[in-house]
Every structure is written in C-alpha cells, then in structure tokens.
C-alpha cells in the first residue's frame, strides 16, 4: 500500500526530484523488512545463511534502484521529450490598466512562446518579490479585476520619525496581499504584520497568505527621506482563468498559476 502510492505521486514531482525520493524509499522501505527474513527462512537455516540472504538482498535492492535511476535519467533527458510542466503568471498593473503574461522559466513549448514574446528582463513593478531576477514575458489582456486596497489607521511623526498603521485587504478576495515600501523616500526600522515582527531590510516587503476578508493590519516604523511614503501593494490568486481570453494547455500541466494585482499609492 505505501510502495505503490509513494510511487504513483512522486510523478508530479518530476524526474529531478520523484525518481530520487521514489527509489530513497523503495530502498529504505526494502531494508525495514529485511528484518522478517528470519521468519521466512528454513529452520535449519544457519545464521551465516540468514546473514547471507539478508546481505544479498540488500545489495540486490540498491543496485536494482542505481540501475533504474540511472537509466531512467538516461531515458528522460533534458530534451529527449516534449516538456509537460509549464510556470505562467499573470500581472496586472491597476495604475497603468496595462497587464503582461510572465514565467520566471523559459518557454517551453509552442503553448508559451506564444504568449512569452519577449526577451526575459526583470519585472520588478509587476513582481516586487522578484524584482532582479530576470522574467519570460510577454503583452496581456487587462483584466477586470479590481486592485487591493489601503486604509490608514494611525499616522503618527515626531522628529524624523514616522510610524503607519495600515489594513491592507483584496476586494476581489486574493489568497495573499502584500506591501512594499519605496526605499528612495522612506527607511524600515520596525514592523509588525497580523502581529507578528517583521525583520527590516533595505528594500522591505512581504507577501501574507491566508488574511482573509478583513485583510491584515502593517505597523511600520520609518524615518523618511521624503514628504510622502511610498508603497506599492498587490494582491495573488491562483485562477488564471478570469484573464480574458486565456486557454490552458492541451499537452502541458501549468504549475502554481499565479495572478497578481497592483498599485502604488503615496502616504
């Protein structure tokens, strides 16, 4: 019951990592039984005999998994078949009304050179959390999707100091929000997001999963560089299908589809 379902899901996982787990516990699996042996064998089995057989089936296990992992590797090379796993986001940006499709992989299939036209670059404005890694991309349609949204709870100065209290929350009812803050005009020293400390950094962010219908509340501590704080907000769901005109793939499985909504406003 467990070796075939062990095995059966470690497909989704891909030959870089299924074949490998799969033949880790076939193997470890294997050896936790070698135990009954004593069981099964003859009586007048010597315990040389018994010590024997154990070895040797064993040995026969691990090298039946090195065989099968190697020729299996062999047989699902890079390129040896058409690909079945495909990476697509979707961005849309709500100050602009513009919206571009996006994969942190390469195309690859006819499916996605289709829509990743062009030359990967990064996207830092429709992807923050991924604001120098370099991004396949491509136009898309603009969605009607409405954009998070910001409440100021508190607003508080004294000195060069400035401390936000924020509720971020999706209209549209996203798994995640999340909030940036422009490092030209302010610097992070504290915050708390649902409670709990956030660690500063230089170019503060962060993605919340789960902050339901009344969204998540963000005390931020500053001293600010400029008038204004600037902050950009998104929100992320998984269904690409409200993207106007979207049609999956016939060959191909989309892995963690992603929708991303966004603004930046002044504070």
């Given amino acids: 019951m467990l070796?075939?379902?062990?095995?059966?899901?470690?497909?989704?996982?891909?030959?870089?990592?299924?074949?490998?787990?799969?033949?880790?516990f076939v193997a470890v699996l294997f050896t936790l039984t070698l135990v009954l042996w004593d069981a099964v064998l003859p009586s007048s089995a010597t315990r040389v005999?018994?010590?024997?057989?154990?070895?040797?089936?064993?040995?026969?296990?691990?090298?039946?998994?090195?065989?099968?992992?190697?020729?299996?590797?062999?047989?699902?090379?890079?390129?040896?078949?058409?690909?079945?796993?495909?990476?697509?986001?979707?961005?849309?940006?709500?100050?602009?009304?513009?919206?571009?499709?996006?994969?942190p992989d390469s195309p690859r299939s006819d499916w996605s050179r289709g829509l990743l036209t062009d030359p990967a670059s990064p996207l830092p404005t429709e992807f923050p959390w991924r604001a120098t890694e370099s991004m396949s991309h491509g136009p898309a349609p603009v969605a009607p999707l409405?954009?998070?949204?910001?409440?100021?709870?508190?607003?508080?100065s004294a000195g060069g100091a400035r401390e936000l209290r924020l509720r971020l929350?999706?209209?549209?009812?996203?798994?995640?929000?999340?909030?940036?803050?422009?490092?030209?005009?302010?610097?992070?020293?504290?915050?708390?997001?649902?409670?709990h400390r956030a660690e500063p950094a230089e170019n503060f962010g962060f993605r919340f999963w789960a902050a339901g219908p009344d969204g998540v509340e963000?005390?931020?501590?500053?001293?600010?560089?400029?008038?204004?704080?600037g902050l950009r907000i998104i929100d992320l769901s998984d269904d690409l299908s409200v993207v106007p005109g979207y049609e999956p793939p016939t060959d191909q499985v989309v892995l963690a589809p992603t929708v991303v909504v966004s603004r930046s406003l002044r504070v």
């Fill in 3 to 24: 070796l075939t379902t062990a095995v059966v899901q470690s497909f989704d996982a891909g030959l870089l990592y299924g074949a490998p787990l799969a033949g880790v």
């Fill in 49 to 103: 005999g018994r010590v024997s057989v154990t070895q040797m089936a064993g040995t026969a296990t691990l090298a039946s998994v090195l065989v099968c992992a190697l020729v299996a590797g062999y047989l699902n090379r890079d390129g040896a078949t058409e690909p079945r796993q495909e990476h697509l986001w979707y961005a849309l940006d709500g100050d602009l009304d513009a919206a571009v499709w996006a994969s």
């Fill in 146 to 156: 409405q954009p998070p949204e910001v409440e100021v709870l508190d607003d508080t």
């Fill in 169 to 195: 929350s999706s209209p549209r009812g996203a798994n995640a929000v999340g909030l940036w803050v422009d490092s030209t005009t302010a610097t992070v020293h504290g915050a708390t997001v649902d409670g």
């Fill in 218 to 229: 963000v005390t931020l501590t500053l001293s600010v560089l400029e008038d204004q704080v």
